[in-house]
């Protein structure tokens, strides 16, 4: 069982920044591919962002690369979400996930999930 605990979300006006923290505990993250979520009001849950156990290759959504970083800290149990050059449309509720197995950007591969935090940006 591994449980996720999303912190740093926040309002931020547009072209800002915020980083988002996913801290695990119950088991060690490293046997883990990591993933961020997103799900704007009305909308469904969108994927963001995916990092692998080891190596660390490191996936993005089309909307977010270029602008978010996805990072892990094996040695914290944390991974981290760099999100630069904020836009209105990146407001939602932000979720951190964890994942064995092969890569997959679909909310149903994945087998642990944080409680979310917001992010909201404002024009």
């Known amino acids: 069982q591994v449980q996720l605990v999303e912190s740093g979300g926040g309002l931020v006006q547009a072209g800002g920044s915020l980083t988002l923290s996913c801290a695990a505990s119950?088991?060690?993250?490293?046997?883990?591919?990591m993933g961020w979520f997103r799900q704007a009001p009305g909308k469904e849950r969108e994927f963001v962002s995916r990092i692998s156990p080891s190596p660390t290759a490191t996936y993005y959504a089309d909307s977010v690369k270029g602008r978010f970083t996805i990072s892990r800290d094996n040695s914290k149990n944390t991974v981290y979400l760099q999100m630069n050059s904020l836009k209105p449309d990146d407001t939602a509720v932000y979720y951190c996930a964890a994942q064995k197995g092969r890569v997959t950007m679909t909310v149903p591969g994945y087998d642990y999930w944080g409680q979310g935090t917001q992010v909201t940006v404002s024009s």
């Open positions: 119950g088991r060690t993250l490293n046997l883990y591919a």
